[in-house]
């Protein structure tokens, strides 16, 4: 434990809240392994703006500035558990947001490209990925709506806010036999899909309603 830690009395504290979190995602049906070690070992507390830091393992979603929210950890492991089943070894996350969920992929030995449309979230994500030691990921300022062409293909894109349509440059990003994990809908609830390429046919299952920001398009800010 650090220093600091155990004087903000949260070294155990998280500890502990930390093992209750990985219990709840049991319950609500999360069962990969690898998800749950993953989510048990990234300091989510360290995501957060100091003052909620207290409340980084419940299992909701909190603010984190420019009007935008970390995902609720349940959300989080079953994306994460979604895309391992695309057996990847390079993923696109769309909405780095504060950089939690591609730590969560990072840990799990995934190559991650990020995208953020917000400046101010871009930088933040950047300093929390390199105080958890993962700057390795690679992280971008811009549009994913448009997705990242040079680096395509994808075995596996992770979308974490929710656009009215499926876009189409994210599909056809996607290699042979990848996924997208993508919230669609506008409005009160979305639905969380699983699209799967095969050649240039793309199968939808709905995994289940979810609710997510509105995904925006355009100049990034
Ligand atoms: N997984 C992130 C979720 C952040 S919320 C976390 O846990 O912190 C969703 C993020 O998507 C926001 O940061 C928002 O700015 C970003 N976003 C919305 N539309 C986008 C777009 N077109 N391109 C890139 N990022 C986008």
């Known amino acids: 434990m650090m220093q600091s830690e ?3 009395g949260i070294g155990m504290t998280s500890q502990r809240t930390r093992e209750r979190l990985v219990q709840r995602l ?3 049906g999360i069962s990969d392994r690898r998800v ?3 989510m048990r070992s990234v300091p989510r507390h360290l995501f957060v703006d100091e003052a909620l830091s207290s409340r980084a393992y419940e299992d909701t ?3 984190i500035g420019s009007g935008q929210t970390i995902s609720q950890p349940y959300v989080v492991a079953r994306m994460t558990e979604a895309v391992l089943q695309c057996r990847p070894r390079k993923v696109l996350e769309v909405g780095t947001g504060c950089g939690y969920q591609t730590a969560v992929l990072a840990s799990l030995g995934l ?3 990020s995208i953020e ?3 101010a979230l871009y930088e933040k994500a950047r300093r929390n990925l390199s105080r958890v030691k993962l700057s390795h990921v690679r992280l971008r300022h811009g549009d994913g709506y448009q997705g990242w062409k040079a680096q395509a ?3 596996a894109i992770l979308v974490a806010a929710a656009p009215e349509e499926l876009p189409e440059a994210l599909l056809q990003q996607l290699a042979e036999g990848g996924c997208l994990i993508i919230p669609v809908g506008g409005g009160g609830g979305q639905q969380l899909l699983k699209v799967t390429r095969q050649g240039e046919q793309f ?3 709905v995994l289940e309603m979810v609710s997510f920001v509105p995904m925006l398009s355009g100049a990034p800010r």
């Open 203 to 205: 199968n939808q299952e």
């Open 61 to 63: 979603a909190l603010p």
């Open 36 to 38: 749950l070690e993953s």
């Open 6 to 8: 155990q004087f903000l």
């Open 153 to 155: 293909p994808f075995d």
């Open 111 to 113: 190559e991650v490209f």
């Open 117 to 119: 449309r917000i400046g």
């Open 26 to 28: 049991l319950e609500r």
